[in-house]
């Protein structure tokens, strides 16, 4: 069983950087992918970023060339650095991790961007 404890959320301003940050219980296979997903309030959860070993990372468009997904396998880390933060950020932020048999999900952590 993975466990997966988010931090970094918070409140921005438009135009400002977060860093999120992602811990995991054990150690994640490098050829997993692990990444991030956000959920905007009354709207669907949607991929952010994932990344893998061996991979190009992904990216979603509306975050392509502001947010960098990085992973640090040695100490079972995940990393989302968010620069120029809009208002259509906001949202509960959620790593995960997914195996060859299931889906693993952190509790969340809240990105608030307005002025």
């Known amino acids: 069983q993975v466990q997966l404890v988010e931090s970094g959320g918070d409140w921005v301003r438009p135009g400002g950087s977060l860093r999120l940050s992602c811990a995991a219980s054990q150690t994640i296979y490098s050829g997993y992918a692990m990444g991030w997903y956000r959920q905007a309030p009354g709207k669907e959860r949607v991929l952010v970023a994932t990344?893998?070993?061996?991979?190009?990372?992904t990216y979603a468009d509306s975050v392509r060339g502001r947010f960098t997904i990085s992973r640090d396998n040695a100490k079972n880390m995940v990393y989302l650095q968010m620069n120029s933060l809009k208002p259509e950020d906001t949202a509960v932020y959620f790593c995960?991790?997914?195996?060859?048999?299931?889906?693993?999900w952190g509790q969340g952590t809240r990105v608030t961007v307005s002025s």
């Open positions: 995960y991790v997914k195996t060859d048999s299931r889906e693993y």
């Open positions: 990344r893998r070993a061996g991979r190009d990372p």
